[in-house]
Structures are given as C-alpha cells and as structure tokens.
C-alpha cells in the first residue's frame, strides 16, 4: 500500500499560496495597467516589483511571519500591493473599516493586535483620537497620494512612497504552510462589537479559483475574461471587495482604483477607463443614479454584480433597461465570501423572467455545499417554496471568530456554518433568501418576508427607497411596518393598493395587507451601506 503513495525526493508539493496567484498574469502580461483614480498608472511588471519593494520595507522596520499589519486607505494601488505583499511575507493583513466609530475602530486594532498600522493620512486625525489606548501598534506608516509635509502627533516610521522608493525591487518570498493565516477583518453587525473573522492562504487561492470558475463558465452572461476592465466598487476593508482583486490580478485584467468614492469620479471612470466589471451593494447603485452623469452614460459593457444585500426588482430592471447586465450574488463576512452567483443560461427570456433570474440569491458556486435546513438540521424541499435556514460548507469558510469560542459554536452548530439567512431553492438549484432569521416578520404564527414585501414596495414608481419592519401589535403579535422615501407625492393608500395588486395575484401572502406606512426622509444604513434594521426598529417603532 505504502507503494502507492511514494513520492520521488525532489517531487515539490506545491502549497496554494497567495503568491502563486502572481506567476501568470506578470509574466503572461507585463505592460497589462493597473491605475489609480485616473490618475496614476503601473503595470503588471511594476506592481510586482512594488510589492518586492513593499515587502522589503515592512522586513526592514522589522515585520515578521505572524505578525499583524493593519491597512486603512481607500480603494487604491497601494491596497492592492498589500493585499499581496502583507501575507506574502507570512503577516497577517488586518483591513480596518474605517467606517465604523473610532470606539469600534480602536476595538478591531486591539483585539487583532496589530502591531503595524499603514494608514492614509486622512485618517491621521482618527488615530491621534485614540492611539492612547491602543494597545501594541510598534509603528504607524503614512499614506498620501501626494508627497507633503504632515503635521500630527502619531509617531511615523516613515512615508509609503519613500520607503518603496529606497527599497529593493526583488524579494525571494518563501514557502510556509498553506493554512497560514492570510487576512483578518471584522463583521459589521449591528449588534454588540464587531467580530473578527480570518482566512488562510489556501482558503484564498481556492476562493479565487472556485468564484473564477463560476464566472468563467456562466452560459448567457456575467462572465468575467482576460479582456475585462475591473473597478471594485465595494470597500476593500469589506471582505477583500469581495474577493475581486485577487480574481482580477490573477485573470491579469486591467484594474482601476477609485481611491475614495464619489459618485461623479466612479462614473467618469467607468466611462474614460471602460470599465466592464465592477460589483457593489444596492446603496451605490442608488447613489450613481441620482448624478447628473449617469442619464448621458452608456452601460451597455458594464456587468455589474449585486451584494451585500437583495437587489430590489425595480433596481434592476432600470440596469437592465440601460444595458448593463446586472445579477446577484451573495455572501458574507463569515464566507470569504461568495457563495452563489445568479447567473443565466437560458435563451428568450422574457424581461420579466430575466429580472427574476437577475433578483434571485443565485445558484451555489463550485465546491460550494449549500443546505436549506429547518430547526433539526432536516432539509427543506427544494420547490422555491418550503423556507429554512441556508447553511454551509465550502473550502473558504472562518473556522471560527477570533478569540470568541462561544460565537464560533454557534455559528457552526452541528458541523455547518450558520448563514443566519433564510431561503427557499427551486428545482433548477436557484436559491432565494427571503429574510435574515432576525428580520423576519411573524405575522399570527405565520413568518412573513420582509425582504418580498420591500421588493413589491419598490417597484411602486413614487418609491425611491424602502424597509420594511416588524412592529409590535397586540392582535397578530407583530405587522410589517413600511418605511417609504419617496420620489414624488404618493399617499399610504395607494401603497397599499400596489401592494394588494401582488396580493391579488397570489405573489403575496395575504398577511402582507396588515402593512402600515410611514413616510421617511431616508433609510438609516450601516457602515457599509446597507439597511441597518437595528437602528430603524430603534428610532421608528
Ligand atoms: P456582511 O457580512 O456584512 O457581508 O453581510 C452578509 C449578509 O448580507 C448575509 O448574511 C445576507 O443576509 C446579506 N446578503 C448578502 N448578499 C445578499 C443577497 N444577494 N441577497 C440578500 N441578502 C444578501
């Protein structure tokens, strides 16, 4: 048996680390550009010579294997460099949400204990807020877009440009295990402090290529290509932007930085450095609607996919009726994160159809083992119907939260990562989530969606924005509340008689009828722009 499995002396067993995920794209495509608000270009070749350089200046202020170095900046070539160089060396990449209160930003710097910290100098003043209760940090390096003189109290091993310049442009970047932890983060639930979550470098690669993989293969569209031109339109603090940028640096497209976001900036870019796949949560959509350029910009080889939150119908039709191809996905911190893409492969659809297709959770990515369960772990049907909780196993999922046993056992009760997410799955495998367990309305015994009766509410042509919520009622126990901004003058009646339409046609439950409305000025949204449920129960009900 023995036999079997011998293996020559020399024989190298490659370990998937993240940077192995550079061989191709540099050598295949050197001059391939990866540029910076419009406004500074490198190539392929550069990029990687400035991660060398990266590398040898974090080596020489004494970063070793196992430390922690922590990133806040936004969107920009200097993230992507560190997104490799940190955990190329054997550190630990910590992106810090710099959205998040800076009580909560001191937290996630403590409880990961960073002992570097590169930070843009925009946030100079934050760290000057509360460096005296930072706990480790060894030294602070500064980030800016252009070279000047700083005036703080933080305490600076030097200048991100400079110390690249001085350094050398190779490093022989070694071979460690493949279960050496990569990147750390923290969850923004909106409960409680923040959780930290960590991925290994295996779980990367293997990240990169199972989401690849489903890109690649889609049948009618959102396939991503060599000829791509990639923009992240999602916070690289915010699970690696989704994972995109090592996908990107990997296929070797052209990659643009948006720096921070503005919506003007993000449309003149996707218009001078066309731009034909970013992805983004449903915010930012609303966001670069409401520019003046947006009317007068062709989308039409724009893919764009939605997370983070479900893409309202409405939303996407509008998308669609301007070219772009647009589709969900879905993930979450916990997950790396992207777990399913709702891609299409059929011909002839109608639009209807299509904006469905477009709207739903998506279908599993490959190795991606997703179940809808009920309360004893027992499936559901899969009928588009029959609701459970979605659980999980995949090659790219936290084994735990950092330093949190508790947490961690629940969140993987019985062998499975508890999404939290509860979703029905149709016979050809397209999952739908209907709510989050905890937002979910209980109608009379009967668990109504909130996430259905948003998307009805948001086709209505008066409604620019809408949350729905669970109000206390002494009848049924609880009844949707709807909070409605609106695009011009509408009243609650005729809301509700938009709503009873879907009713009607058995699209909704009668229970959905039980929904008052409330007129609001805006939706609040987390720090990384999606409702924040929590915060709209606390103020409206
Ligand atoms: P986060 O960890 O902040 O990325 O949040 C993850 C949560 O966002 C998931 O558990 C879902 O509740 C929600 N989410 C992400 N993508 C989608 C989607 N396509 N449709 C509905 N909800 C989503």
Aim: glycine letters at 6%; hydrophobic letters at 40%.
């Amino acid at each position: 048996m023995t036999d079997l499995i011998q293996k020559t002396q020399s024989a190298y067993s490659y370990p998937l680390l993240i940077k192995n995920l550079l061989y191709s794209p540099v050598a295949d495509n050197p001059q391939q550009q990866i540029i910076y608000r419009g406004e500074q270009t490198f190539s392929y070749q550069e990029f990687r010579q400035r991660v060398c350089r990266l590398a040898n200046a974090l080596s020489a202020l004494g970063v070793k294997r196992g430390d922690t170095v922590a990133v806040m900046d936004w969107d920009s070539h200097r993230y992507l460099e560190c997104f490799f160089a940190i955990p190329m060396i054997g550190a630990v990449l910590h992106t810090v949400n710099i959205k998040l209160s800076p009580e909560q930003i001191l937290y996630t710097i403590n409880h990961a204990e960073d002992d570097y910290i590169l930070v843009n100098e925009e946030f100079l003043p934050l760290i000057e807020q509360i460096r005296g209760r930072i706990d480790m940090v060894k030294g602070y390096m500064v980030l800016q877009d252009s070279p000047k003189e700083i005036s703080t109290s933080v305490p600076l091993v030097g200048e991100y440009e400079k110390l690249l310049e001085t350094a050398d442009d190779s490093f022989d970047f070694p071979d460690f295990d493949e279960n050496t932890r990569a990147t750390t983060f923290y969850t923004t639930g909106t409960t409680g402090m923040p959780k930290g979550v960590f991925f290994s470098h295996r779980q990367l690669v293997l990240h990169t290529l199972g989401t690849l993989a489903a890109l690649s293969s889609a049948g009618k569209q959102g396939r991503f290509h060599k000829n791509d031109v990639y923009m992240p339109i999602t916070p690289m603090f915010h699970v690696h932007a989704w994972g995109f940028p090592y996908i990107a640096t990997f296929v070797g497209v052209k990659q643009v930085y948006p720096g921070k976001y503005a919506p003007a900036k993000l449309l003149q870019l996707i218009k001078d450095e066309e731009v034909t796949f970013s992805h983004c949560v449903p915010t930012i959509l609303h966001m670069l609607m409401n520019d003046p350029a947006f009317n007068d910009l062709d989308l039409s080889n724009w893919k764009v996919v939605i997370g983070g939150a479900a893409m309202p119908k409405g939303l996407c039709r509008l998308f669609l009726q301007k070219g772009a191809d647009i589709f969900s996905g879905y993930g979450m911190s916990e997950t790396c994160p992207v777990l399913t893409l709702a891609q299409i492969d059929e011909e002839d659809l109608s639009e209807d159809q299509e904006v469905n297709l477009r709207c739903k959770t998506g279908r599993s990515l490959p190795l991606v083992d997703i179940r809808i369960v009920d309360n004893d772990m027992n499936d559901v049907k899969n009928d588009g119907n029959a609701v459970g909780e979605l659980v999980v196993r995949a090659p790219w999922l936290t084994q735990a939260y950092l330093k949190d046993k508790r947490n961690s056992e629940v969140l993987w009760e019985g062998g499975y990562l508890h999404t939290g997410d509860v979703a029905n799955r149709d016979a050809r495998g397209y999952i739908s989530i209907t709510d989050r367990i905890k937002d979910v309305i209980k109608i009379g015994g009967e668990w109504v969606s909130s996430l259905e009766l948003e998307d009805v509410i948001s086709v209505h042509e008066s409604v620019s924005e809408v949350a729905v919520i669970g109000s206390p009622d002494d009848k049924w126990g609880e009844r949707p509340l709807a909070l409605v901004v609106t695009k011009n003058e509408v009243t609650d009646k005729e809301i509700i008689k938009h709503v009873q339409g879907f009713v009607d046609k058995g699209l909704l439950t009668k229970q959905a009828l039980l929904v008052r409305v409330k007129f609001v000025g805006e939706i609040d949204k987390t720090s990384v722009g999606k409702m924040n449920k929590k915060l709209l129960r606390e103020k409206h009900l």
